[in-house]
């Protein structure tokens, strides 16, 4: 694949406020912009509407907006790690009728008040958080006074009144933790890199494993997120970006940049880490460098640039404005944007912080009550005693139930002798309880290995009896259901009554718009015949769509004509379909022996779908 390197100017990754225009920037000068750099371009009708406002509203992309000199300020100092006054919280773009809360700042009145991420502030001091009202003007103000939020968290209502203060952000915090150096990072800012390489040096010889918690980070710079990761890596190309044309442009740090440190890293994701910190965490997995545990994260994969003074004439007295540019992609070429990162360790949010320091004990002189786990590369060493206590025993019974089929578990005896166990037998010798995740009828399928991966994800949803039922035909709604599930398409993303068969009420509905809106899938006539069984090259085509859109390797692909031995190649598929079987067959993800136009098995499409996942690094190997 060819890479063009050029400028990226002030690339910014981190999710930020919908804020109103109220512009003083000239409305043919936000056309110019927008015509040039806005990532998939806008309709000429769009960019002729009246006025900013209009122009933003029709394009529909939070990450793109105007800034006052007041709000940039305000922005710079949340990315940059200032003292500001206010509640000390961070909120994403405007968010199922509200704004939802993203990290919550120490020592602040927002912790202190119990504020949590993932609270969706819907009003304050009864003013409705519409995605219209910035929510720095009802939120913020002088010091000493009082605010009171109404939240909606979970579908409960409370009511939580602060009192405004002065609150630091400190962007980088850390400590050692028994054989653990945890850094907890909620912004890719211009101290990141130095504050994380502080860490290292203080305490990189008391530690075994560290920690990087991301799991309130919304991203940040994309320079200071390279030069964060290649501490733990070393130098190297950290991150892609890809324009509107295709042209892409990368991010590196030089080939002698310092590696700090040769002890693994867990990093800490959750559903708010977002865009930098999913970055971050695709750096660590392609250089081999540590694993991810916790949650599927946020999926934000989008890149802006912010336009201010300093590089364009337009922007006068302190504006700005965001511009959604590129898309962007880890070093391994798989993007996170939608489909967040699958982390290596699935495990919940509460066992998450237990989970991580159980695989943070010093490598052991004797091996008795001590397992070893080998995963993706990387070794970590865990005390029987510690994972029997009962306040760690969830943690651990999820942690093996977490484990995928590339993880190798042993049990130590004397002084040298590591037997290799399985997950069930390690939980029997602590007498915990132990449910896989894997179902009862897969172990004769020719693709047990990739239907019980996709299981251990919880990608692939079986039936009530416990039982997948490899052998049964697949309908086009059962598909997409899998494939919107691997992905973690929002149901949202679809548009209710896009097929005039798919009611809205149908359980597949989201799944089936959602794929429809991402162009995945088509219908005929209007309908999608979603009972009908898919066939073999329309679950090729489908998957060959996907990896287009997941990975630079799959869009690259996409890209290449078939050369006339190809096309006598594939010449049994239908002519739609041949392009996608050579994409898929060159990612090496084809699977069964089934005929093209045979209906496809419940075994064969998860077992491509593992394979696409696989091949394209949306699962941490």
């Not at 912790?111 to 519409?130: H, K, V, Y």
């Not at 850390?174 to 653990?180: P, S, T």
């Not at 075994?603 to 491509?608: K, Y």
Request: aromatic share 8%; with cysteine; net charge negative.
């Amino acid at each position: 694949m060819k890479k063009l390197l050029s400028s990226l100017l002030a690339l910014v990754l981190g999710l930020s406020l919908a804020v109103l225009p109220a512009s003083a920037l000239e409305l043919d000068q936000a056309r110019e912009l927008l015509a040039v750099h806005y990532v998939d371009g806008v309709p000429p009708e769009v960019l002729e509407l009246p006025s900013l406002d209009a122009i933003l509203k029709a394009i529909d992309d939070p990450y793109t907006f105007y800034m006052t000199p007041e709000q940039y300020d305000a922005f710079d100092q949340s990315v940059n790690g200032q003292t500001v006054v206010g509640i000390g919280a961070t909120v994403e773009t405007a968010y199922n009728g509200g704004y939802r809360v993203m990290s919550v700042l120490p020592d602040s009145p927002a912790q202190e008040a119990g504020i949590r991420p993932g609270d969706i502030i819907t009003a304050a001091d009864g003013t409705a958080m519409s995605p219209e009202v910035d929510p720095r003007i009802p939120v913020s103000g002088q010091e000493g006074t009082s605010v009171t939020l109404t939240i909606n968290r979970n579908g409960q209502t409370l009511e939580l009144t602060l009192t405004r203060r002065a609150v630091p952000i400190p962007i980088v915090t850390y400590e050692q933790r028994d054989g653990a150096g945890v850094i907890d990072c909620i912004s890719f800012g211009s101290t990141t890199a130095s504050s994380v390489q502080e860490a290292i040096l203080a305490m990189d010889g008391d530690t075994s494993v560290w920690i990087m918690d991301l799991r309130s980070n919304p991203g940040g710079d994309s320079r200071s997120t390279a030069a964060s990761v290649s501490l733990f890596t070393g130098g190297g190309i950290m991150l892609y970006f890809r324009d509107g044309a295709g042209h892409y442009n990368y991010t590196y740090t030089l080939p002698d940049f310092p590696d700090m440190t040769d002890k693994p890293v867990i990093v800490l994701t959750s559903e708010h880490s977002a865009s930098g910190s999913e970055l971050f965490a695709g750096g660590i997995r392609t250089y081999d460098a540590g694993i991810a545990l916790g949650q599927r994260t946020f999926g934000k994969g989008t890149a802006q640039i912010v336009f201010e003074e300093r590089n364009c004439p337009y922007m006068k007295n302190g504006e700005a404005m965001k511009i959604t540019a590129y898309r962007f992609f880890a070093p391994d070429g798989a993007t996170n944007h939608v489909t967040g990162v699958l982390p290596t360790l699935l495990i919940s949010p509460e066992n998450t912080d237990k989970a991580a320091m159980l695989l943070t004990h010093p490598e052991p002189r004797r091996l008795d009550g001590y397992w070893k786990l080998v995963l993706s590369g990387q070794t970590f060493y865990l005390k029987s005693s510690d994972a029997g206590e009962e306040e760690n025993q969830a943690a651990f019974t999820e942690l093996l139930e977490a484990l995928p089929l590339s993880a190798a578990l042993y049990k130590g005896s004397g002084a040298a002798t590591w037997t290799l166990v399985s997950p069930e037998q390690a939980a029997s010798e602590l007498g915990l309880s132990f449910t896989p995740r894997t179902f009862s009828d897969t172990e004769d399928s020719q693709f047990a290995r990739e239907i019980d991966i996709l299981a251990t994800y919880r990608i692939l949803k079986g039936f009530g009896d416990g039982t997948f039922r490899p052998g049964e035909t697949i309908s086009r709604a059962q598909f997409c259901a899998m494939t919107a599930s691997a992905l973690a398409l929002p149901a949202s993303a679809g548009k209710p009554g896009r097929f005039s068969d798919v009611p809205d009420s149908a359980w597949y509905a989201g799944a089936v718009n959602a794929m429809a809106n991402m162009g995945f899938v088509s219908g005929i006539g209007g309908t999608f015949r979603p009972g009908q069984a898919i066939t073999y090259q329309e679950m090729v085509s489908i998957l060959s769509r996907i990896a287009a859109w997941v990975s630079m390797d799959g869009y690259d692909l996409d890209g290449l004509l078939l050369t006339p031995e190809e096309v006598e190649k594939y010449s049994d598929f239908a002519s739609w379909a041949q392009a996608p079987a050579r994409n898929l067959d060159e990612l090496n993800v084809l699977a069964g022996d089934l005929a093209p136009t045979d209906p496809g098995t419940r075994e064969i499409a998860a077992a491509m779908l593992c394979r696409l996942m696989e091949r394209t690094h949306l699962i941490w190997n």
